[in-house]
């Protein structure tokens, strides 16, 4: 059973003038869908406000959440902060928390939004209000939930908002794998940073991941990884310089889910980038990424909340109403 977390508020309006994809988080929704019992569903609450400001300016968590942004950052951002996208942007690092949660408990699960890589501190950047996954973490780490978190960033742009939210954190490593020369020009530096050729093909793109990613597991022994599963380095991404196939994406996906197995790691995955003119195509490809994980890790042994001791010793679990995940599953309408 491979345990999905999705809030209807992920499926937002598209804003005027937004070259994004709005309908690929509702296309990814009716594709596992399609899955019927193989999945077990969950709605997340939004996250609080003051796990908002824990990473981001508490002025900027203001704005978007008052949907006043001004141009500037929504320029930034590259679409116009509606009360809609103000309640979505909220919903998705609460999904990604959740989702850690699930994967403490089942080994893996999976957001479907989230990603958002690029947000900053005090501003969004590049399609990213929020960064559900520094967000996420910092609140992992502060509730006592694990020890330390790894998070593993294969989208085809650097991770430089995560980078920069977790820099300096001892118990939050970054990991990125990307186009060298690709978006953003100015890049942040990650725990590990693995800047890749454009063109680079599925054989070399695979060596050089496991290489790097095996040296950084077993040098940091993280309790959870966050995982952005962006599908844009594609061949034919439109935002994307690498050259991997469908078949080399699905070579990416067993290759982490091997290492992490290995290693008894849970692994909470996003949705992170994927561009074009065929939005279905798009989410198919996400739709790939997350069953291929989920059919490679739901059976694997997961630390945690599925029986190990809690990492941080003498300290007790946050067991308050906010801190802990919904007990049940919730089906969506």
Known sequence: MIHVVHHPAYVAPAPARSTYRWGK????????????????WHVPDPMPVRWL????????????????????KTRRIGFPITPEVATRAAAVPGGTWLAAHLALE???????AGGSHHAL???????????????????????????RILIVDVDVHQGDGTAALTAGHPQIATYSIHADKNFPARKARSTLDVPLADG???DDYCATLETTLT??????????????????PFADDRLGRLSLSLAGLERRERLVARLVSDRGIPLASTVGGGYGDDALEIARRHVAA??????????????????AANPVEGQPRAVTPEATPPAHS????
Do not use: K, W
């Open 330 to 333: 919730r089906h969506l309408p």
């Open 215 to 232: 040296s950084m597991l077993d040098g940091f022994a993280p309790d959870l990884i966050l995982y952005q599963a962006g599908v844009d």
């Open 53 to 72: 400001e824990a990473t981001h300016d508490p002025d900027y968590v203001a704005e978007v959440l008052e949907a006043r942004v001004p141009p500037l």
């Open 25 to 40: 988080n509702g296309l990814i929704r009716d594709l596992l869908r399609e899955r019927g019992d193989a999945l077990t």
């Open 290 to 307: 997350i069953m291929t994980l989920g059919d490679a890790l739901e059976s694997s042994p997961a630390r945690g909340d599925s029986g």
């Open 106 to 112: 089942h080994g893996f699960a999976a957001n479907t």
């Open 200 to 202: 680079i093909g599925d």
């Open 121 to 147: 501190h005090d501003t969004g950047a590049g399609y990213c209000v929020f960064n559900d996954l520094a967000v996420a973490a910092t609140r992992l780490i502060e509730e006592c939930t694990v020890d």
